[in-house]
Protein backbone atom coordinates (compact mmCIF):
# COMPACT_ATOMS: atom_id res chain seq x y z
CA UNK A 1 0.00 0.00 0.00
CA UNK A 2 1.36 3.44 -1.20
CA UNK A 3 2.41 5.35 2.45
CA UNK A 4 2.28 9.68 1.88
CA UNK A 5 4.39 11.22 4.80
CA UNK A 6 5.38 15.12 5.21
CA UNK A 7 2.33 17.05 5.21
CA UNK A 8 1.69 19.56 8.18
CA UNK A 9 1.01 23.21 8.55
CA UNK A 10 2.73 25.76 7.00
CA UNK A 11 1.95 29.63 6.52
CA UNK A 12 1.45 31.21 3.37
CA UNK A 13 4.69 31.43 1.45
CA UNK A 14 5.89 28.58 3.03
CA UNK A 15 7.65 25.10 1.94
CA UNK A 16 7.12 21.39 2.13
CA UNK A 17 8.30 18.00 0.43
CA UNK A 18 5.77 15.22 0.17
CA UNK A 19 7.28 11.67 0.11
CA UNK A 20 5.50 8.28 -0.72
CA UNK A 21 6.73 4.64 -0.46
CA UNK A 22 6.38 3.33 -3.82
CA UNK A 23 8.45 0.10 -3.15
CA UNK A 24 5.82 -2.50 -3.06
CA UNK A 25 4.83 -1.38 -7.17
CA UNK A 26 6.63 -1.87 -10.26
CA UNK A 27 7.22 1.13 -11.66
CA UNK A 28 7.60 0.36 -15.11
CA UNK A 29 4.56 -0.56 -15.87
CA UNK A 30 2.76 2.74 -14.60
CA UNK A 31 2.63 6.47 -14.34
CA UNK A 32 3.15 7.79 -10.67
CA UNK A 33 1.47 10.88 -9.48
CA UNK A 34 0.05 13.43 -6.91
CA UNK A 35 -3.54 14.35 -7.01
CA UNK A 36 -4.87 16.53 -4.14
CA UNK A 37 -8.41 16.75 -2.61
CA UNK A 38 -9.80 19.99 -0.76
CA UNK A 39 -12.64 19.74 1.21
CA UNK A 40 -16.20 20.08 -0.25
CA UNK A 41 -14.43 19.35 -3.92
CA UNK A 42 -12.99 16.49 -6.30
CA UNK A 43 -9.89 15.24 -6.16
CA UNK A 44 -7.55 17.27 -8.55
CA UNK A 45 -4.31 15.74 -10.61
CA UNK A 46 -1.35 17.77 -9.39
CA UNK A 47 1.34 16.22 -10.82
CA UNK A 48 2.46 13.27 -12.62
CA UNK A 49 5.52 11.48 -13.56
CA UNK A 50 6.47 8.69 -16.00
CA UNK A 51 8.98 5.52 -16.76
CA UNK A 52 11.44 8.37 -18.81
CA UNK A 53 11.34 11.19 -15.93
CA UNK A 54 8.88 13.37 -17.99
CA UNK A 55 6.93 15.53 -15.89
CA UNK A 56 3.31 17.39 -16.34
CA UNK A 57 1.83 20.02 -13.87
CA UNK A 58 -1.69 21.65 -13.10
CA UNK A 59 -1.86 25.34 -13.96
CA UNK A 60 -2.14 25.68 -10.55
CA UNK A 61 0.69 24.44 -9.44
CA UNK A 62 3.20 25.20 -12.24
CA UNK A 63 6.52 26.87 -11.48
CA UNK A 64 6.01 26.13 -7.44
CA UNK A 65 5.85 22.34 -6.85
CA UNK A 66 8.30 19.69 -8.76
CA UNK A 67 7.53 15.69 -8.78
CA UNK A 68 10.81 13.86 -8.78
CA UNK A 69 11.66 10.09 -7.36
CA UNK A 70 14.26 8.99 -5.12
CA UNK A 71 17.25 7.49 -6.90
CA UNK A 72 16.33 3.69 -5.99
CA UNK A 73 12.80 4.89 -7.66
CA UNK A 74 11.65 3.72 -4.14
CA UNK A 75 10.36 7.13 -3.21
CA UNK A 76 7.77 9.57 -4.75
CA UNK A 77 8.11 12.93 -3.51
CA UNK A 78 6.51 16.40 -4.31
CA UNK A 79 8.39 19.58 -3.39
CA UNK A 80 5.90 22.42 -2.93
CA UNK A 81 7.25 26.18 -2.41
CA UNK A 82 5.30 29.62 -2.97
CA UNK A 83 1.86 27.88 -0.38
CA UNK A 84 -1.16 29.81 -0.66
CA UNK A 85 -4.49 29.07 1.55
CA UNK A 86 -5.69 27.16 -2.12
CA UNK A 87 -3.33 24.55 -1.80
CA UNK A 88 -5.02 23.24 1.62
CA UNK A 89 -5.81 19.63 1.17
CA UNK A 90 -5.59 16.62 1.37
CA UNK A 91 -2.73 15.46 -0.61
CA UNK A 92 -2.50 11.72 -1.99
CA UNK A 93 0.30 9.53 -4.04
CA UNK A 94 -0.98 7.61 -6.94
CA UNK A 95 -0.12 4.81 -9.72
CA UNK A 96 -2.22 5.38 -12.17
CA UNK A 97 -2.32 3.12 -15.51
CA UNK A 98 0.45 4.03 -18.05
CA UNK A 99 -0.57 6.63 -19.91
CA UNK A 100 0.48 10.05 -21.04
CA UNK A 101 1.58 12.31 -18.38
CA UNK A 102 -0.75 14.75 -19.08
CA UNK A 103 -3.83 11.92 -19.49
CA UNK A 104 -2.68 10.42 -15.70
CA UNK A 105 -3.06 14.34 -14.61
CA UNK A 106 -6.56 14.55 -15.73
CA UNK A 107 -8.47 10.83 -15.11
CA UNK A 108 -6.78 11.30 -11.06
CA UNK A 109 -9.82 13.01 -10.74
CA UNK A 110 -11.65 9.88 -11.36
CA UNK A 111 -9.51 8.31 -8.73
CA UNK A 112 -8.27 6.02 -11.14
CA UNK A 113 -5.32 3.18 -10.39
CA UNK A 114 -4.00 2.75 -6.80
CA UNK A 115 -3.93 5.36 -3.78
CA UNK A 116 -2.26 6.21 -0.45
CA UNK A 117 -4.51 7.32 2.42
CA UNK A 118 -3.35 10.77 1.86
CA UNK A 119 -2.05 13.74 3.84
CA UNK A 120 -3.22 16.97 5.10
CA UNK A 121 -1.55 20.09 3.95
CA UNK A 122 -2.92 22.96 5.67
CA UNK A 123 -1.74 26.74 4.54
CA UNK A 124 -2.68 29.71 6.71
CA UNK A 125 -2.85 32.98 5.43
Known amino acids: QLAESGGGSVQSGGSLRLSCDIS????????LGWARQASGKKPEGVAT???????TYADSVKGRFTITQGNDRSTLYLEMSSLSPEDTATYYC?????????????????????WGQGTQVTVSS
Open 49 to 55: IDRHGST
Open 94 to 114: AIVPDLTTTQALGVMTYRVGY
Open 24 to 31: PYSYTDYC
